[in-house]
């Protein structure tokens, strides 16, 4: 009898226990928990703790309360100056209303699904309006903002609040990049020579310049030379003049040295002339005397 009644007392226990464990549950800080009955949600829980269900009756559904990533396939998109891109987003999201999310949803798969097809239906609304240029520029956190904006508007209906959206990537397809590429080399060489005629034209202008003031330079030197070589002329003819009147046969013997000295200074000179010729002149006055006199005694 004692036996059998330890092996009742047993089997409670363990039945207890079993009981005890399917109707107490643990929410995590990083979960919330719906608790349903029979498929229908009886309560939300979002605190973490210890909490009671009711056994073989009543389960729990959890859900994230972390913010989540979204990384919705690449999409190509048209941009409103009709240039193609290859768009890679992504978007942070959180369940902030799991009973309504497990109303509408239901599970994270499906929730993925339907948000990954609402950005991208709101970035080709919003690219579509927009230019390459535009998305480069500072414009482009405010179109992220709209996007974010229109994407949480439609997500609130899941239950969904959406955290961030932002594109990754923006990438031209090869063939549109190959054109662009070619469109930007062909401009580029344009610029090139344009830049280039416009510096010949600007040497051409700086030289021709350059070229007129040297003339005008040389010329004013020119001028200016020979006028100070015809007042030279002019003085030195005057100083002459001066001289002449002065002593006309001094005058005529230093002309007639100066002369000899420009017609003999070169030992290869051969002159013929007559004995009588007026160049020789001042020799002929030279006494005899005056030459034995200047002759050295022995």
């Known amino acids: 009898m004692k036996k059998n009644w330890l092996l009742i007392v047993g089997i409670i226990v363990i039945v207890l226990g079993f009981v005890a464990a399917s109707a107490l549950f643990t929410v995590y800080q990083t979960k919330q928990v719906i608790v349903m009955q029979f498929g229908d949600p009886k309560r939300v829980i979002k605190e973490p703790g210890i909490y009671a269900k009711i056994p073989f009756i009543q389960d729990v559904q959890e859900y994230e309360k972390r913010v989540l990533n979204l990384d919705p396939p690449v999409e190509s998109m048209l941009l409103s100056d009709q240039k193609r891109l290859l768009v890679d987003a992504f978007a942070r999201y959180r369940i902030n209303e799991p009973l309504q999310f497990f109303r509408t949803v239901r599970t994270?798969?499906?929730?993925?699904?339907?948000?990954?097809?609402?950005?991208?239906?709101?970035?080709?609304?919003?690219?579509?309006?927009?230019?390459?240029?535009?998305?480069?520029?500072?414009?482009?956190?405010?179109?992220l903002d709209k996007i974010a904006e229109n994407v949480n508007r439609q997500a609130q209906r899941f239950g969904i609040e959406i955290v961030d959206v932002r594109i990754r990537r923006a990438d031209l397809p090869d063939e549109t990049s190959q054109a662009v590429y070619a469109r930007?080399?062909?401009?580029?060489?344009?610029?090139?020579?344009?830049f280039r005629a416009q510096g010949f034209e600007q040497a051409q202008r700086i030289k021709a310049s350059a070229d007129?003031?040297?003339?005008?330079?040389?010329?004013?030197?020119?001028?200016?030379?020979e006028i100070l070589r015809g007042q030279g002329e002019g003085a030195r003819t005057s100083t002459l003049n001066a001289a002449f009147g002065q002593d006309a046969d001094f005058f005529n013997f230093y002309r007639s040295m100066q002369a000899y000295d420009a017609s003999l200074s070169d030992d290869s000179t051969f002159m013929v002339l007559s004995p009588d010729s007026e160049f020789f002149s001042f020799f002929d006055q030279i006494e005899p005397n005056a030459t034995e006199s200047a002759a050295p005694s022995e």
């Open 108 to 143: 994270e798969p499906v929730a993925r699904q339907r948000l990954s097809g609402i950005i991208n239906a709101s970035l080709r609304e919003a690219l579509g309006n927009t230019t390459l240029a535009s998305l480069l520029s500072e414009e482009r956190a405010e179109i």
């Open 184 to 194: 930007m080399k062909s401009e580029r060489e344009r610029e090139a020579a344009e």
């Open 212 to 225: 007129r003031e040297a003339t005008v330079i040389r010329a004013e030197a020119k001028r200016e030379a």
